[in-house]
């Protein structure tokens, strides 16, 4: 009987235990997102930037998802935070508000640039102008846009413009950025993002040889697999 | 009668007549109106402080169809309608200028209005703009009117008739002008099939062939953009593009996207009204783009240097498809026709 009672009184210890740490994530935490190029403040719409291949270039448009924000902890253990796709346009300076996160330390946070599969579906996401000016036709494998890149370089020929546009489900990139960092209660973080890492790191890309990305799969793929470096942490509470 | 007793019934009195229930002569009396729109159009944004009424979408039509809207004012006699028409998607078919106008449809999802964008805002922004620069309401000619006061008083609850009230009614008609029940709405809602050559012409739409879907992206066929399709190779400083507005030497040459609904119906196209037939508009994608500084990369990507280059059968197969992008129930609606 007193076996009984211990291993019932455990059974409600864990329970207690675990309810408690559901309510841990109920913090909200905001995400600036802190536009650069090699350091330099971004200052859209004026080709004053240049990229790895050297080509002079100016930002006039970047519009994109990060979703699946997961923290990890040092035991390696991991907590997904939001796994909401989060619609992000750099010249309106938005934030991010990820509703539910976890109170600690943390060696790594991770996310994902663009929307992952199950909800990479028109119309799954909220149909928002700002959403609805991403989708992705569905003859070209539906879903929306992950990013559109867009502005002018100054080119062999003169000034010209470039589309990097990225987009289905295999050019989804994992992002992880290992520095170490709190959170606490209705903390705030900034996140870096070098705009030049866009263009290179693995992969260089020159405008003068391509302006254009969209449909072009290894394209797309390469600027993909550059954008795990594009990404610092910056500041956390 | 002790002057006690006469103290406590003039307190009486006074009560009684507090009690009275105050008529307000100027109280609204309205019912929401439900606009129905496809659950694949972007949510609908409307103020708190002027929601869509069926007294306010009314009198926002009797006032757009109205010429006293313009009495006394620089466009003496003419009313919204006068140019714009329901038979043209209420666009305006041809200008004393020979320039085109955009048409007057799903403006509720836009923010920026006018070929280069001189507007912004929300609609009841917009109107205001119109009632006191384009049309410069009198407003004394509407507290005067036999039927404006009433209708005023219904909608908004106001014995007044103000200049914001007006701008209300007429952003509530404006959002009433909602068009999305064409072919391709039905066919998007699995009720209509298309023909082999609208199915055609649908995927040259839709993929790198054409390319238009980045522009002219569903469901409003628009993006609300501004961008450089190559009409032109030399920047005119007379011409108001979207740098006249925005000053950046980037926006040159530069309008805003029209949306593609009822396009079959909105003759003349771009922005100088240059093409007449939507057979010229493919042409002009098709081979006569022209180069130019802040041209849209989209239209001189690898391998379209030089246009679209589709065939003959190609190019009818998009304007088959463009057709389907008409919304006749919209164009034959007796609720958006003229109430007078």
Known sequence: ?237 | MTRSVWFLLVLLAISASSCKEEVDECEANTHPYQLQFPDYFPILEVPSDNPLTEEGVQLGRRLYYDPLLSTGGPREGRSCSSCHFQSNSFSVPSTASGSSVLPHVNLAWSRNFLWNGKLEGILEDVMLFEVNDFFEVDFNLLKEDAVYPELFRKAFGSCEITDELVAKALAQWFRRLKSSNSKFDSYLKGEEQLTDSELNGMTTFFTEKGDCFHCHGIPLMTNNEFHNIGLDSIYDPTVKDRSYISGSPYDRLKFKTPTLRNVELTSPYMHDGRFVTLEEVVEHYNSQVKRSMTIDPIMTKPGKEYGLQLTEEEKQNLVAFLKTLTDWEFVNDTSLSSPF
């Open chain 1, 1 to 237: 009987m007193r076996k009984l009672a211990f291993v019932l009184l455990l059974a409600l210890n864990t329970v207690l235990l675990n309810s408690c740490k559901e309510e841990a994530l109920t913090y909200n935490l905001t995400i600036t997102p802190h536009y650069h190029v090699d350091g330099d403040e971004l200052m859209l719409d004026t080709i004053i930037y240049q990229n790895a291949a050297g080509n002079p270039y100016s930002v006039n448009k970047l519009r994109y998802y990060l979703s699946n924000f997961r923290f990890v902890k040092a035991d390696n253990s991991v907590v997904t935070a939001d796994g909401d796709a989060h619609f992000i346009d750099a010249r309106e300076g938005t934030i991010l508000n990820l509703p539910k996160v976890p109170v600690g330390s943390f060696k790594e946070l991770r996310f994902n640039f663009g929307i992952p599969q199950s909800q990479n579906v028109y119309g799954n996401l909220p149909n928002t102008s700002y959403n609805t000016g991403m989708v992705w036709p569905e003859q070209m494998g539906g879903g929306y846009h992950f990013m559109k890149f867009e502005g002018y370089f100054n080119s062999n020929q003169g000034v010209n413009g470039y589309a990097i546009h990225v987009g289905n489900n295999e050019c989804l990139a994992d992002v992880s950025i290992s520095t170490p960092f709190d959170i606490s209660e209705d903390g705030s973080m900034t996140i870096g993002f070098n705009l030049n890492e866009i263009m290179t790191g693995p992969n260089t890309f020159d405008m003068d040889s391509s302006n254009y990305t969209m449909g072009i799969m290894p394209a797309m793929l390469e600027i993909s697999a550059n954008i795990n470096n594009a990404f610092t942490l910056e500041q956390t509470p």
